[in-house]
């Protein structure tokens, strides 16, 4: 038997999966108080059974397509205080307009922050033609942004064959066996920071462990690189940074990579430059620790100057004066707590409160067996770095309806774009899942419940998954197609035209790629497999998994 593919693609009844449940519970011996269907609990009126019985006739044909002409009467009629009038079917009833108690009414809504709407048209009218009409909930029923672009016919990106220095020091620093402590100098040595030693001091805080070409480049990129060296030298003996070296197999070495200290942090604090509790100092490498705990120490490390690298080539590509790097446990990253009957409570996906009238659908998340469940309660992101850049978050040209809201200056004009970056190019499985599982429902669902990334909108995140090559980011984005698949459903609206946030805003890049100033990623197509089959009338191809070349959104621009 041939299915509709749209009727196909709606899933399960949500009523069934609640009976299923129902059954469930009631087999575990729950005592259950069914507010489902609304099936009555109350016996029948014996009068009204009693008419229904009378009013069977011994033989009964089918009634008229339009239903009788008695019943269309009654149904058409109104009743008042008087007793039911006679029907209004075809006429027409005057109407008394008040212009003073609506001009009193729309003084009242601009009071409390309303606005005049002259669309009254729902979301999903105006698919037929390919358009889409503007959502009803003003600042907060924005539709996903669109912050990549298909890739342009002409663009090349052909990499250099020599590689930048910013990216090889990373492969000589991948061939790093051991590493030697820098002597300490005692007693420390007093001094009183300026304002760039504060900002070196805070990146370092903030990345964990980074080379000192790597703050160079970041700090005085047009002054020698012993300007860097010096200024690094004061703050570790005033045992501000802890400092140590990579050593490969050979004896060669690479720059000398840096730490905070809780010393530092402390000075940070103080100077208002850190957050008011500032996490402890990095586990650095320590020479005292066991063997399997320097090795566990080292590969930490080594990952921290990586995504150290790849963080500081994106803000020198976005212009320094408008990026700069956040602190990863900043607000807008951890789940708010939802106020229930019960006090302080989890936010799930059945206490989500969406914009524009929609409903979360498909928030899953994969159990220890492998299952794929309903999700529960949600957990909080946290990604290996943030880096915001200033007046990027409606994306370069393409995104910029996100500016104006009926025709009117918005907040979202100025906001940033937020890039949480994590280095990771596992492929759909175990951990990975979870992770992006986790980035998914954040995107798709409770991050409307953060003042960062909420109505009020000031920035846009989109999440960043860095690979070590080409090959392996478009792998992990095909990886990804079939599972991301949580969405901002509408009632009425096929699964076609639902608002996939995840999915447009999770992309995967090569890990070079932001070193030689590359903005190529690759991310999963803007529907799931499933939605994609219904939209092509139930081609299977249409349902393959695939990762889509794309371009990133961001402002290039320097300094000058």
Not at 95 to 118: N, Y
Not at 279 to 291: D, G, K, L, M, R
Not at 464 to 473: E, G, H, N, T
Request: proline content about 8%; overall charge positive.
């Amino acid at each position: 038997m041939n299915i509709s593919p749209a009727l196909r693609a709606t899933g399960t009844y949500p009523f069934v999966k609640l009976e299923q449940a129902k059954r469930r519970l009631a087999a575990d011996g729950v005592d259950l108080i069914d507010f489902g269907k609304g099936d009555p609990m109350e016996a029948t009126d014996p009068a009204i059974r009693r008419a229904l019985i009378d009013a069977l006739e011994e033989r009964m044909g089918y009634p008229l397509a339009e239903g009788l002409p008695e019943l269309r009467t009654a149904i058409a009629s109104w009743c008042t205080a008087a007793g039911r009038q006679s029907p209004f079917v075809a006429q027409t009833l005057p109407m008394h307009v008040d212009r003073d108690r609506l001009a009193a009414h729309t003084a009242r809504q601009r009071a409390r922050g309303g606005r005049h709407l002259s669309d009254l048209r729902q979301p999903h009218w105006d698919r037929a033609a390919g358009t889409r009409a503007p959502e009803r909930q003003g600042a907060g029923a924005l539709p996903a942004p669109s912050l990549t672009e298909p890739l342009a016919q002409t663009a090349t990106h052909a990499l250099p064959q020599r590689a930048s220095e910013s990216y090889r020091e990373l492969v000589e620093l991948d061939r790093a066996r051991s590493a030697r402590w820098a002597s300490v100098t005692a007693p420390m040595r007093p001094l009183t920071p300026d304002g760039l030693d504060l900002e070196i001091l805070e990146t370092i805080a903030i990345l964990g462990h980074v080379l000192s070409s790597q703050l160079h480049r970041r700090f005085n990129p047009r002054k020698a690189p012993t300007t860097t060296q010096r200024r690094l030298k004061r703050l570790s003996d005033a045992g501000l940074v802890k400092r140590f070296q990579f050593h490969r197999g050979d004896g060669g070495g690479v720059p000398m990579c840096y730490a905070i200290s809780n010393r530092g942090l402390q000075l940070l604090q103080a100077a208002g430059a850190a957050e008011p509790d500032p996490p402890a100092a990095p586990p650095a490498f320590t020479p005292s620790a066991a063997p399997a705990g320097r090795e566990r120490q080292l590969r930490q490390a080594r990952h921290d100057v990586h995504v150290a690298g790849w963080v500081l080539a994106l803000v020198a590509l976005a212009g320094s004066r408008r990026a700069r790097v956040r602190a990863t446990d900043a607000p807008g990253l951890q789940v708010p707590p939802h106020d229930g009957r019960g006090g302080r409570e989890a936010l799930g996906p059945a206490t989500l409160r969406l914009p524009g009238g929609r409903v979360p659908h498909d928030f899953l998340r994969t159990d220890a067996s492998g299952r794929r469940v309903e999700a529960e309660r949600f957990d909080s992101v946290r990604p290996h770095a943030v880096v915001e850049i200033l007046g990027a978050g409606t994306g370069a040209t393409p995104a910029t309806p996100l500016a104006q809201i009926d025709g009117e200056q918005s907040p979202h004009a100025d906001c940033a774009l937020d890039v949480l970056v994590e280095r990771d190019d596992r492929t759909a499985a175990g951990k990975l899942v979870a992770k992006l599982e986790r980035y998914e429902h954040f995107l798709a669902g409770w991050s409307v419940h953060t003042k960062r990334y909420g109505l009020r909108l000031r920035a846009v995140p989109l999440v960043v998954f860095v690979c070590r090559d080409r090959a392996r980011a478009r792998a992990v984005a095909r990886s990804a197609d079939s599972l991301l698949r949580a969405c901002r459903a509408y009632p009425g609206e096929y699964p076609f035209d639902w608002e996939y946030h995840g999915r447009r805003q999770i992309v995967f890049v090569a890990e070079r790629d932001m070193h030689e100033g590359v903005t190529l990623a690759y991310a999963v197509p803007p529907l799931p497999p499933q939605a994609r089959i219904a939209a092509a009338g139930g081609d299977p191809r249409a349902g393959e998994s695939a990762g889509e070349a794309r371009e990133l959104l961001l402002i290039d621009g320097s300094d000058g």
